[in-house]
C-alpha cells in the first residue's frame, strides 16, 4: 500500500522577496532573512538573486533538484511541495470561540515570535514503506531540520 508523508522544512527564515522580479530587496542575498544575524541559508541553498539578473529558481535551489533525483531514485513520488515565502507575508490567528471566531480572533504579524526557525517549505512524497520515508527526511534539504509525518488519509 502507498502511503504520502509530508516533509516539514524548519530553518531561518529566508528572503523569499529577492527571487520575485521586480520585488523590494531584490538583490539581497537570497537564502535569509537579512534581519536575521547569523542564521543559515532558507531552502537549503546559497543562491543570490539581483534586480538586474532574474533569477531562475530551479538553478539556484540545485540542493532541490538533487533531493527530487533521488527520491525519484529511491522509487518514491513526490506529489506536491511548495517553498513557503517570508514570514512577513503571513501571520498567526488565535480565534475566537463560538460563533465569534472572526470577530474576536487575535492576529500576530509574522510567524511564530519565540523562535529563531520558521516553517520555509515542504513536500510530500507517496513511498511503499515507513523506512524510505525515513530515509527520504534525511535527504530533505534544511539549514535546519525536517519533519516528517504521515498524511491522514481524508479522501482529499
Keep these: 500500500m502507498t502511503d504520502t508523508y509530508a516533509y516539514i522544512i524548519h530553518e531561518g527564515d529566508w528572503d523569499s522577496d529577492a527571487f520575485l522580479a521586480g520585488a523590494p530587496g531584490a538583490g539581497a542575498p537570497a537564502g535569509k532573512d537579512p534581519s536575521a544575524p547569523g542564521s543559515t541559508p532558507g531552502m537549503g541553498g546559497t543562491a543570490v538573486a539581483t534586480a538586474e539578473a532574474p533569477t531562475d529558481l530551479e538553478g539556484s535551489f540545485p540542493e ?11 522509487g518514491a513520488r513526490i506529489v506536491g511541495g511548495a517553498a513557503l515565502q517570508n514570514g512577513r507575508h503571513g501571520g498567526t490567528v488565535k480565534p475566537g470561540t463560538g460563533d465569534r471566531k472572526v470577530e474576536d480572533a487575535v492576529y500576530t504579524d509574522g510567524p511564530f515570535t519565540d523562535t529563531a526557525e520558521v516553517i520555509t517549505g515542504f513536500y510530500l512524497v507517496e513511498t511503499d ?18 519533519e516528517w509525518r504521515k498524511v491522514f488519509p481524508t479522501g482529499m
Design 64 to 74: 532541490h533538484k538533487a533531493f527530487q533525483e533521488a527520491v525519484a531514485r529511491m
Design 129 to 146: 514503506d515507513e523506512d524510505t520515508a525515513r530515509r527520504i527526511a534525511a535527504l530533505v534539504p534544511s539549514g535546519g531540520h525536517v
